[in-house]
Protein backbone atom coordinates (compact mmCIF):
# COMPACT_ATOMS: atom_id res chain seq x y z
CA UNK A 1 0.00 0.00 0.00
CA UNK A 2 1.46 3.35 -0.86
CA UNK A 3 0.72 7.15 -0.62
CA UNK A 4 1.78 10.46 -0.76
CA UNK A 5 4.49 11.00 1.90
CA UNK A 6 3.43 14.56 2.96
CA UNK A 7 -0.22 12.76 3.47
CA UNK A 8 0.53 9.66 5.25
CA UNK A 9 3.23 12.43 7.62
CA UNK A 10 0.67 14.79 8.43
CA UNK A 11 -1.96 12.14 9.36
CA UNK A 12 0.26 10.88 11.98
CA UNK A 13 1.33 14.15 13.09
CA UNK A 14 -2.30 15.18 13.53
CA UNK A 15 -2.58 11.94 15.44
CA UNK A 16 0.03 13.74 17.59
CA UNK A 17 -0.85 17.22 17.72
CA UNK A 18 -4.74 16.77 18.43
CA UNK A 19 -4.61 15.40 22.20
CA UNK A 20 -1.32 17.22 22.88
CA UNK A 21 -2.32 21.13 21.70
CA UNK A 22 -3.49 22.51 25.14
CA UNK A 23 -1.11 20.58 26.94
CA UNK A 24 2.70 21.02 25.90
CA UNK A 25 3.91 23.02 23.46
CA UNK A 26 6.31 20.77 21.57
CA UNK A 27 8.42 22.33 18.58
CA UNK A 28 6.83 21.11 15.02
CA UNK A 29 10.27 20.31 14.15
CA UNK A 30 10.52 18.01 17.05
CA UNK A 31 7.14 16.30 15.89
CA UNK A 32 8.42 15.58 12.22
CA UNK A 33 11.50 14.14 13.44
CA UNK A 34 9.47 12.04 15.86
CA UNK A 35 7.32 10.37 13.27
CA UNK A 36 10.18 9.92 10.36
CA UNK A 37 12.01 7.91 13.21
CA UNK A 38 8.36 5.67 13.58
CA UNK A 39 8.59 5.26 9.86
CA UNK A 40 12.43 3.85 9.84
CA UNK A 41 14.20 7.31 9.04
CA UNK A 42 16.27 9.70 11.74
CA UNK A 43 15.13 12.89 9.98
CA UNK A 44 12.08 13.49 7.89
CA UNK A 45 15.33 14.55 5.09
CA UNK A 46 16.23 10.70 5.45
CA UNK A 47 12.59 9.62 5.10
CA UNK A 48 12.21 11.91 2.15
CA UNK A 49 15.06 10.58 0.54
CA UNK A 50 14.05 6.87 1.04
CA UNK A 51 10.51 7.76 -0.37
CA UNK A 52 12.00 8.26 -3.76
CA UNK A 53 13.44 4.77 -3.42
CA UNK A 54 10.23 2.80 -2.36
CA UNK A 55 6.69 4.28 -1.48
CA UNK A 56 6.02 4.66 1.92
CA UNK A 57 3.59 1.68 4.02
CA UNK A 58 1.38 3.62 6.58
CA UNK A 59 1.17 0.05 8.38
CA UNK A 60 4.62 0.48 8.49
CA UNK A 61 4.62 3.35 11.34
CA UNK A 62 6.38 1.80 14.79
CA UNK A 63 4.73 4.15 17.83
CA UNK A 64 7.71 2.37 20.04
CA UNK A 65 10.42 4.02 17.86
CA UNK A 66 8.72 7.48 17.35
CA UNK A 67 8.18 7.85 21.02
CA UNK A 68 11.69 6.69 21.69
CA UNK A 69 13.21 9.58 19.69
CA UNK A 70 10.72 12.34 21.19
CA UNK A 71 12.40 11.56 24.27
CA UNK A 72 15.73 12.32 23.15
CA UNK A 73 13.93 15.24 21.81
CA UNK A 74 12.76 16.86 24.83
CA UNK A 75 12.76 14.36 28.24
CA UNK A 76 11.63 10.76 28.90
CA UNK A 77 8.85 12.17 31.09
CA UNK A 78 7.42 14.46 28.61
CA UNK A 79 7.29 11.63 25.66
CA UNK A 80 5.80 8.93 28.16
CA UNK A 81 3.12 11.50 28.61
CA UNK A 82 2.45 11.98 25.00
CA UNK A 83 2.73 8.10 24.75
CA UNK A 84 -0.81 7.68 26.82
CA UNK A 85 -2.41 10.22 24.70
CA UNK A 86 -1.61 8.75 21.22
CA UNK A 87 -2.60 5.56 23.03
CA UNK A 88 -6.20 7.20 23.24
CA UNK A 89 -6.26 8.88 26.48
CA UNK A 90 -7.86 12.18 26.90
CA UNK A 91 -7.02 14.88 29.86
CA UNK A 92 -8.80 18.37 29.58
CA UNK A 93 -7.19 20.93 32.30
CA UNK A 94 -9.44 23.83 33.25
CA UNK A 95 -8.00 26.64 35.27
CA UNK A 96 -10.35 29.17 36.09
CA UNK A 97 -9.62 32.15 38.40
CA UNK A 98 -11.71 32.67 40.96
CA UNK A 99 -13.99 35.43 40.60
CA UNK A 100 -13.75 36.63 44.62
CA UNK A 101 -10.33 37.17 46.40
CA UNK A 102 -10.27 37.11 49.95
CA UNK A 103 -8.45 40.47 50.58
CA UNK A 104 -6.21 39.27 53.50
CA UNK A 105 -4.06 36.66 51.21
CA UNK A 106 -1.61 38.43 48.83
CA UNK A 107 -2.03 35.31 45.87
CA UNK A 108 -4.35 34.89 43.40
CA UNK A 109 -6.42 32.06 43.43
CA UNK A 110 -7.59 29.79 40.71
CA UNK A 111 -10.03 26.79 40.34
CA UNK A 112 -8.07 24.06 38.38
CA UNK A 113 -9.99 20.76 36.77
CA UNK A 114 -8.51 17.84 35.00
CA UNK A 115 -10.51 15.14 33.51
CA UNK A 116 -9.68 11.89 32.18
CA UNK A 117 -11.23 10.04 29.44
CA UNK A 118 -10.60 7.22 27.28
CA UNK A 119 -9.49 5.34 30.27
CA UNK A 120 -10.14 1.60 31.50
CA UNK A 121 -11.41 1.82 35.17
CA UNK A 122 -9.46 -0.14 37.71
CA UNK A 123 -11.42 -3.25 38.50
CA UNK A 124 -10.25 -3.06 41.92
CA UNK A 125 -11.58 0.51 42.82
CA UNK A 126 -7.57 1.55 42.97
CA UNK A 127 -7.56 5.61 42.83
CA UNK A 128 -4.28 6.10 40.37
CA UNK A 129 -2.28 8.45 42.73
CA UNK A 130 0.35 11.13 41.29
CA UNK A 131 2.83 13.96 42.77
CA UNK A 132 1.81 17.35 42.43
CA UNK A 133 4.56 19.34 40.64
CA UNK A 134 6.43 21.90 42.22
CA UNK A 135 7.93 25.27 40.87
CA UNK A 136 10.71 26.08 43.36
CA UNK A 137 13.30 28.72 42.20
CA UNK A 138 16.57 29.77 44.17
CA UNK A 139 16.17 30.74 46.86
CA UNK A 140 13.45 28.51 47.78
CA UNK A 141 11.26 31.31 46.63
CA UNK A 142 7.61 29.53 45.30
CA UNK A 143 6.42 32.18 42.66
CA UNK A 144 2.88 29.97 43.03
CA UNK A 145 1.69 26.85 43.81
CA UNK A 146 -0.70 23.58 43.20
CA UNK A 147 -2.66 22.28 45.67
CA UNK A 148 -5.03 18.96 45.90
CA UNK A 149 -9.11 19.53 46.68
CA UNK A 150 -9.07 17.52 49.93
CA UNK A 151 -11.52 14.60 47.82
CA UNK A 152 -8.22 14.71 45.87
CA UNK A 153 -5.53 14.05 48.31
CA UNK A 154 -4.48 10.36 48.36
CA UNK A 155 -5.09 8.10 50.95
CA UNK A 156 -2.21 6.08 50.91
CA UNK A 157 0.61 4.75 53.98
CA UNK A 158 3.59 7.27 52.46
CA UNK A 159 2.35 10.43 50.89
CA UNK A 160 5.54 12.26 48.95
CA UNK A 161 5.12 15.86 50.81
CA UNK A 162 6.81 19.02 49.76
CA UNK A 163 10.09 20.56 52.12
CA UNK A 164 7.18 22.24 54.57
CA UNK A 165 5.07 19.21 55.21
CA UNK A 166 2.42 19.82 52.23
CA UNK A 167 1.09 16.90 51.10
CA UNK A 168 1.99 16.46 47.07
CA UNK A 169 0.23 12.74 46.36
CA UNK A 170 -2.95 13.36 45.03
CA UNK A 171 -5.32 10.96 43.36
CA UNK A 172 -7.74 10.41 40.71
CA UNK A 173 -11.13 9.98 41.73
CA UNK A 174 -13.83 8.76 38.59
CA UNK A 175 -11.27 10.00 36.13
CA UNK A 176 -11.22 13.36 37.87
CA UNK A 177 -8.97 15.73 39.84
CA UNK A 178 -9.67 19.24 41.67
CA UNK A 179 -7.62 21.55 43.41
CA UNK A 180 -6.27 24.82 43.21
CA UNK A 181 -3.43 27.30 41.70
CA UNK A 182 -2.39 30.04 43.86
CA UNK A 183 -0.22 32.78 42.42
CA UNK A 184 2.33 34.91 44.82
CA UNK A 185 4.68 36.49 42.32
CA UNK A 186 3.43 40.15 41.09
CA UNK A 187 4.44 39.15 37.74
CA UNK A 188 2.13 36.41 37.15
CA UNK A 189 -0.38 37.34 38.47
CA UNK A 190 -0.27 40.52 36.25
CA UNK A 191 -0.05 38.25 33.06
CA UNK A 192 -0.98 34.64 33.95
CA UNK A 193 -0.37 32.82 30.66
CA UNK A 194 3.06 31.52 31.10
CA UNK A 195 2.10 30.16 34.88
CA UNK A 196 -1.02 28.62 33.32
CA UNK A 197 1.12 26.86 30.69
CA UNK A 198 3.16 25.76 33.09
CA UNK A 199 0.80 24.67 35.49
CA UNK A 200 -1.02 22.56 32.87
CA UNK A 201 1.97 20.68 31.27
CA UNK A 202 3.32 19.34 34.23
CA UNK A 203 0.57 18.44 35.67
CA UNK A 204 -0.25 16.47 32.83
CA UNK A 205 3.49 15.06 32.91
CA UNK A 206 2.40 13.94 36.21
CA UNK A 207 -1.00 12.12 35.83
CA UNK A 208 -0.54 10.56 32.71
CA UNK A 209 2.04 8.25 32.97
CA UNK A 210 0.07 7.60 36.30
CA UNK A 211 -2.74 5.49 34.01
CA UNK A 212 -0.18 4.06 31.84
CA UNK A 213 -2.16 0.77 30.55
CA UNK A 214 -0.73 -2.46 31.84
CA UNK A 215 -0.43 -4.10 28.66
CA UNK A 216 0.18 -2.48 25.08
CA UNK A 217 0.45 -3.91 22.26
CA UNK A 218 1.59 -2.62 18.83
CA UNK A 219 1.51 -4.26 15.51
CA UNK A 220 3.09 -2.73 12.54
CA UNK A 221 4.93 -3.45 9.34
CA UNK A 222 8.30 -2.38 8.63
CA UNK A 223 9.66 -0.93 5.63
CA UNK A 224 10.84 -4.63 3.63
CA UNK A 225 8.54 -6.81 5.31
CA UNK A 226 6.09 -8.62 2.98
CA UNK A 227 2.17 -8.17 2.44
CA UNK A 228 0.90 -9.92 4.93
CA UNK A 229 3.62 -10.77 7.61
CA UNK A 230 3.17 -8.00 10.80
CA UNK A 231 6.06 -7.34 13.63
CA UNK A 232 4.04 -7.69 17.25
CA UNK A 233 5.56 -5.90 20.17
CA UNK A 234 4.16 -6.27 23.74
CA UNK A 235 4.95 -4.15 26.33
CA UNK A 236 4.09 -4.76 30.11
CA UNK A 237 3.93 -1.85 32.73
CA UNK A 238 6.37 -1.42 35.86
CA UNK A 239 3.40 -2.89 37.55
CA UNK A 240 3.06 -5.90 35.71
CA UNK A 241 7.16 -6.03 36.29
CA UNK A 242 6.60 -5.89 39.58
CA UNK A 243 3.58 -8.35 40.46
CA UNK A 244 5.79 -10.92 38.94
CA UNK A 245 9.12 -9.72 40.43
CA UNK A 246 11.81 -11.38 38.72
CA UNK A 247 10.07 -14.33 37.83
CA UNK A 248 9.53 -15.43 33.68
CA UNK A 249 6.24 -14.16 32.58
CA UNK A 250 5.63 -16.77 29.75
CA UNK A 251 2.22 -16.84 28.02
CA UNK A 252 0.64 -19.03 25.00
CA UNK A 253 1.53 -17.41 21.82
CA UNK A 254 -1.99 -16.86 19.71
CA UNK A 255 -2.85 -19.46 17.38
CA UNK A 256 -3.97 -17.70 13.94
CA UNK A 257 -5.98 -19.37 10.94
CA UNK A 258 -3.56 -20.33 8.27
CA UNK A 259 -0.58 -17.90 9.86
CA UNK A 260 2.49 -18.60 12.40
CA UNK A 261 3.63 -16.64 15.44
CA UNK A 262 7.52 -16.89 15.71
CA UNK A 263 9.22 -15.52 18.85
CA UNK A 264 12.64 -13.63 18.87
CA UNK A 265 14.99 -15.80 20.18
CA UNK A 266 15.47 -14.11 23.44
CA UNK A 267 11.33 -14.23 23.94
CA UNK A 268 10.88 -17.95 22.77
CA UNK A 269 10.13 -20.16 25.65
CA UNK A 270 9.52 -23.77 25.55
CA UNK A 271 6.14 -25.57 24.61
CA UNK A 272 5.38 -22.56 22.54
CA UNK A 273 4.87 -19.88 24.79
CA UNK A 274 6.34 -16.55 24.58
CA UNK A 275 8.31 -14.82 27.26
CA UNK A 276 8.72 -11.12 28.19
CA UNK A 277 12.31 -10.14 28.72
CA UNK A 278 12.82 -6.89 30.86
CA UNK A 279 8.90 -6.22 30.11
CA UNK A 280 8.66 -6.69 26.37
CA UNK A 281 8.19 -9.05 23.99
CA UNK A 282 9.07 -9.15 20.01
CA UNK A 283 8.32 -11.41 17.44
CA UNK A 284 6.32 -11.52 14.10
CA UNK A 285 3.70 -13.57 12.44
CA UNK A 286 3.65 -14.91 9.15
CA UNK A 287 1.19 -16.32 6.51
CA UNK A 288 1.36 -20.12 6.01
CA UNK A 289 1.74 -20.24 2.23
CA UNK A 290 -1.30 -19.17 -0.36
CA UNK A 291 -3.83 -20.16 2.37
CA UNK A 292 -2.66 -17.68 4.46
CA UNK A 293 -2.36 -15.06 1.78
CA UNK A 294 -5.77 -16.11 0.65
CA UNK A 295 -6.76 -15.26 4.56
CA UNK A 296 -5.04 -12.40 5.79
CA UNK A 297 -4.83 -11.38 9.45
CA UNK A 298 -5.91 -7.21 10.18
CA UNK A 299 -3.47 -5.81 12.48
CA UNK A 300 -6.59 -5.43 14.86
CA UNK A 301 -6.85 -9.27 14.86
CA UNK A 302 -3.46 -10.32 15.76
CA UNK A 303 -3.54 -7.58 18.39
CA UNK A 304 -7.21 -8.46 20.21
CA UNK A 305 -5.28 -12.16 19.77
CA UNK A 306 -2.19 -11.67 21.71
CA UNK A 307 -3.99 -9.31 24.40
CA UNK A 308 -6.32 -12.02 25.27
CA UNK A 309 -3.90 -14.21 24.99
CA UNK A 310 -1.68 -12.01 27.76
CA UNK A 311 -4.51 -11.77 29.60
CA UNK A 312 -5.50 -15.46 30.23
CA UNK A 313 -1.67 -15.30 32.01
CA UNK A 314 -3.36 -12.31 34.30
CA UNK A 315 -5.76 -14.33 35.37
CA UNK A 316 -4.34 -17.20 36.09
CA UNK A 317 -1.96 -15.53 38.42
CA UNK A 318 -4.70 -13.38 39.67
CA UNK A 319 -2.84 -10.42 38.85
CA UNK A 320 -5.98 -7.29 38.23
CA UNK A 321 -5.47 -5.47 35.04
Known amino acids: MSSSLKSIVNAQLRAFNEPIAELFQIPHGHLIEAVSSGFGARTYAALRGRYEQQPLDPLSFDRQACIERLSELTDPVTAAAVDVLVGGARLTIKITRRAVQPARYLDIAYDVEAALSGVSQDPNGRAPTFDLPEQILAGGREPYRIDSAHTHRAR ?46 NLARAMLPAITPDLRCDVFRPAGYHEGVWRVRLIASSRVQAFWSGSPFLFALPELPYHRVDSEKANWADFGDGKLVDGAWLGDVYPNGSDGLKNPQSAENVRSAFMSSVRETFNRAKFAA
Do not use: F, N
Open 156 to 201: VASPTRSSDGRMLTAQVVDGQWRGGLYIYDEKHQSDDRRCIGWVKA
